[in-house]
């Protein structure tokens, strides 16, 4: 085996893209999210990816899991040797910025930034403490290309996902000493569960022009480009932050 990786939100989505790339690599995987361990996502998930895959239930806001949940992880399946920080969500409600309520805002940024933070925290301790490693270790932050465009119908996400990338920024300055690479990726319109809502309104943007490559973007896009930075083939660029939205934040007149 290569290593273990730690995706949160890995049980749909993006996090199951990434997941099954990393498994056909032979990575161990340990899957967290809040779903309950029999929910159809879990099991789906869990069956697709075989039996070097485990899921942990945990919810990334509640900081105060976070302890157990890395304990039982290496337990089960050995140190982390990669965290993909990946669960995320979405505005609660869209609309004008200036009616955005604190409780939406708290709930936005205590998943996307917080729980990310103090999770990614933690397991840099823990890689830290280990000096015995031979295994590339890493840590991805999937943050998006709202890190750096504007959508003032969903400002709460938007700051969060900017502020989740300076975190990036600032993990791999203090981990680069250490060899842990730390990276970014910043997903553009990927068609997954949490875009289902705007897909019919997105479509007939993006074929009008709206992301040059003309298609939404797909789960797999984000894991393929995931795939070299685990496995230490870009080591030297850590820091890197890269967008994986088909062109669509190239600037343009």
């Excluded at 995320?88 to 940024?109: A, K």
């Excluded at 809502?197 to 480009?225: C, F, K, M, N």
Aim: aromatic share 6%; charged share 20%.
């Amino acid at each position: 085996m290569t290593g273990t990786v730690l995706i949160t939100g890995g049980q749909r989505g993006i996090g199951l893209g990434i997941a099954k790339v990393l498994s056909q690599a032979d990575f161990r995987l340990a899957l967290a999210s809040r779903s309950a361990p029999d929910h159809p996502d879990v099991a789906a998930a869990l069956e697709s990816l075989g039996p070097e895959a485990r899921y942990y239930a945990n919810d990334i806001a509640d900081i105060g899991q976070r302890g157990a949940l890395l304990d039982r992880i290496e337990a089960e399946q050995g140190p982390i040797t990669t965290l993909v920080s990946n669960a995320g969500v979405g505005s609660r409600v869209r609309g004008d910025l200036l009616d955005i309520t604190p409780e939406n805002f708290d709930f936005v940024m205590g998943v996307n930034l917080r729980g990310a933070f103090f999770l990614a925290r933690d397991v840099a301790r823990r890689m830290l403490a280990r000096e015995d490693v031979d295994t590339y270790r890493s840590i991805v932050f999937v943050t998006s290309i709202s890190a750096k465009m504007v959508s003032i119908n969903r400002a709460d996400y938007c700051v969060s996902k900017a502020a989740a990338s300076a975190a990036a920024s600032h993990f791999a300055a203090r981990l680069a000493p250490a060899g842990i690479g730390v990276f970014e990726i910043q997903p553009g319109i990927i068609e997954t569960p949490m875009t289902d809502g705007v897909h019919a309104d997105y479509t007939p943007r993006i074929e009008g022009g709206l992301v040059p490559a003309s298609r939404w973007g797909q789960p797999s896009d984000i894991a393929e480009a995931i795939l070299p930075m685990v496995e230490g083939r870009m080591a030297f660029a850590t820091g890197a932050a890269v967008p994986i939205d088909g062109g669509l934040s190239i600037p343009r007149l």
